[in-house]
């Protein structure tokens, strides 16, 4: 088996990168992007047979990248440069985005009871799920800060009772998200909001907050700052739900072992999730939850669900392969059904993998007593 079983060359200037049995990844996802090459088969296919065919040393564009923008974008993380790459991602994009994440359009990781479950489903599970480990009461008051389109806020609103605010940084989500608050009839007690994290008014506190794969935009250089916001935010007795992906643990970025995941990352920081570097290890997660103030009361990984998540969003998207030619062209295509693709596989193989961790202040006064018998573990709970 030798990479050029599964590609046809467009342009010949490549070509002597695919006469060989091997290529590296970096070469063969920017060739396929930008329609150097074109594949024989379905990507998924492809990439079953990854380890046979691609290698994954750096290659010149990735130096190039990591030093013409990511550096940049770890170093500034201002307000402006937040908005503009969040913006630019997001803003007018709903169609794009609603053909693979679906009717729900929520942007982060189902979690599934069992196998044959609809997307949508999982989705519930999971939004129902967050309530049982928030332990949500009516009348309570919630914050989720990096709403997307407002799925979650308007789903707790209605069937839990809160009161519900949302954050995003996106028109286009703040605007969709309030259309679906006033769908779900609870337009007295939810709304979203457009603004930057850091400038959420101080002036109230409240009982629940929630942040689902958004804390890794605020990136590494302000992420123990972020927590210590939240801390602020939240009531003494209050709970924090973090959701937020992550990378396996390494001794170097330059060992070759593992190495796959991190050409991933910095294809997804490219051309996917720019700016969002605070995509971490666990225990570099924990470490400044704890500094701040927190007791961490549960982590759960959900890595599996997130790949199955993805999967779903996979053939989503290549259902809706000709909307997306018509609109955006085949470039944003592939780039799209790689994105999706690859991250099935790392998901899967454990580079990369989200958690679910429930947090409250961790203050000598605390009832810790309200953990017993509540949702603590989603597995654990479908299992019963």
């Known amino acids: 088996m030798k ?25 063969f996802i920017n ?11 379905d990507l998924m296919e492809l990439l079953k ?25 770890v170093v500034i993380h201002s307000k402006a440069q937040d908005e503009r790459i969040v913006r630019g991602h997001y803003d007018n994009k709903n169609d794009l985005f609603n053909w693979f994440l679906g009717p729900r359009m929520i942007y982060t990781s189902c979690y599934f009871n069992e196998e044959n479950e609809t997307l949508e489903e999982a989705q519930d599970n999971k939004m129902n799920l967050i309530a049982r480990k928030m332990q949500l009461k009516p009348g309570e008051s919630l914050l989720d800060i990096g709403c997307g389109w407002g799925t979650l806020v308007a789903h707790l609103a209605k069937h ?14 703040a605007d969709w ?10 337009k007295d007690r939810a709304r979203i909001w457009r603004m930057d994290y850091r400038d959420i008014p101080r002036d109230k506190k409240y009982d629940k907050i929630t942040c689902l794969e958004m804390a890794e935009h605020v990136g590494i250089k302000y992420f123990k700052k972020f927590m210590a916001q939240i801390y602020d935010m939240l009531k003494d ?38 700016g969002a570097d605070a995509s971490m290890p666990l225990n570099w997660d924990l470490r400044r939850i704890e500094k701040v103030g927190f007791e961490v009361h549960s982590v759960e990984n959900i890595g599996i669900h997130y790949g199955k998540t993805i999967h779903y969003w996979y053939d989503n998207w290549q259902r809706n392969k000709e909307k997306v030619l018509e609109k955006y062209g085949e470039r944003v295509f592939r780039i799209y059904e790689v994105f999706l693709g690859w991250s099935v596989y790392t998901a899967r193989q454990g580079g990369s993998t989200a958690y679910q961790i429930v947090c409250r202040k961790n203050l000598n006064n605390a009832d810790r007593n309200r953990f017993i018998g509540a949702t603590n573990l989603g597995e654990m709970e479908a299992r019963v």
């Open 177 to 186: 998200g309030n259309r679906q608050i006033e769908e779900y009839g609870v």
């Open 3 to 27: 990479v050029s079983d599964f590609i046809e060359v467009k342009k010949g200037n490549v070509a002597g990168r695919y006469s060989k049995p091997t290529v590296a990844a970096g070469h």
């Open 237 to 274: 007795d209050g709970l924090f739900y973090l959701q937020i992906a992550g990378l396996r643990e390494r001794s170097s970025l330059f060992q070759k072992k593992d190495r796959e995941e991190l050409v991933w990352g910095l294809f997804m920081s490219e051309h996917i999730f720019s």
């Open 49 to 73: 047979h990854k380890e046979d065919l691609f290698t994954y040393e750096y290659i010149w564009h990735h130096y190039n990248f990591f030093v013409s923008r990511l550096i940049p974008e």
């Open 160 to 173: 839990y009772g809160v009161d519900a605010t949302g954050v995003t940084i996106a028109q286009a989500g």
């Open 31 to 41: 060739d396929y992007i930008e329609g150097r090459i074109d594949i024989n088969c």
